[in-house]
């Protein structure tokens, strides 16, 4: 149990679909991130929340959508993905922004037909 | 723009033997962060560096900073079969922008 829990564990889904992943903090965290884990790369930040605004976008393409409702919850909406999407989503979160250790989900892993 | 770069990629050790990888940046540093990450699993938070020429000791790993605050490393002395995973470092500029290595995948061998 890490405190971050990322539903679903793992998603198939068809380019033209659209579905959300969701990540949820108990850890009375204030900063939360999107990463990217593929094969044989390292773990790309996507996007950075602090107290619910967004602080980073690291040129992450439109067909991903973030969305921070609370500093407890965290969502990736996705469509029209593309099969080079396929890989390990990680959500993870902070104390704060800066010098702090991050906590990571179990991440989801998303196939794209 | 700024890369972390790990060595090497890969190592296969014999139990007991020892294990050192290094982290290298393209850019001066303000801090870094060590991460191991289990096959199937999450990076998982090992230590924070901030002194120049730091080194901090966790039981059988040693964490050293360079002076220059532009590369890292990270030592297990006597490798055991729960250490195998994927060790990442990740470093910072001095934004809340941390920069993950390439990682380095140990295996150990019974």
């Known amino acids: 149990e890490t405190g971050v829990t990322q539903t679903p564990r793992h998603l198939v889904m068809g380019m033209t679909n659209k579905k959300s992943l969701k990540c949820e903090q108990h850890?009375?965290?204030?900063?939360m991130y999107w990463y990217k884990q593929s094969a044989k790369k390292p773990l790309e930040l996507m996007f950075v929340?602090?107290?619910?605004?967004?602080?980073e976008n690291n040129s992450v393409p439109s067909r991903f959508s973030p969305e921070c409702p609370n500093s407890s919850h965290l969502f990736l909406h996705l469509h029209t993905l593309q099969p080079e999407d396929s890989a390990l989503y990680l959500c993870?979160?902070?104390?704060?922004?800066?010098?702090?250790?991050?906590?990571f989900g179990d991440g989801t892993r998303l196939s794209i037909l | 723009g700024q890369q972390v770069m790990q060595i090497p990629q890969y190592q296969h050790v014999q139990e007991g033997e020892d294990f050192t990888t290094y982290c290298n940046s393209s850019?001066?540093?303000?801090?870094i962060q060590w991460y191991k990450q289990r096959p199937g699993g999450h990076p998982v938070f090992l230590i924070q560096?901030?002194?120049?020429?730091e080194v901090k000791k966790q039981k059988r790993l040693t964490f050293q900073f360079g002076e220059a605050k532009k590369n890292s490393s990270l030592h297990i002395t006597a490798t055991q079969t729960t250490d195998v995973g994927t060790y990442f470092c990740?470093?910072?500029?001095?934004?809340?922008?941390?920069?993950f290595g390439t990682g380095t995948r140990l295996k150990v061998l019974a």
């Open positions: 850890l009375g965290h204030n900063a």
């Open positions: 993870a979160s902070s104390l704060g922004q800066v010098n702090q250790p991050q906590h």
């Open positions: 850019t001066t540093l303000s801090n």
């Open positions: 929340y602090n107290f619910k605004e967004q602080t």
């Open positions: 560096l901030v002194k120049s020429g």
């Open positions: 990740a470093g910072t500029s001095g934004t809340y922008k941390y920069i």
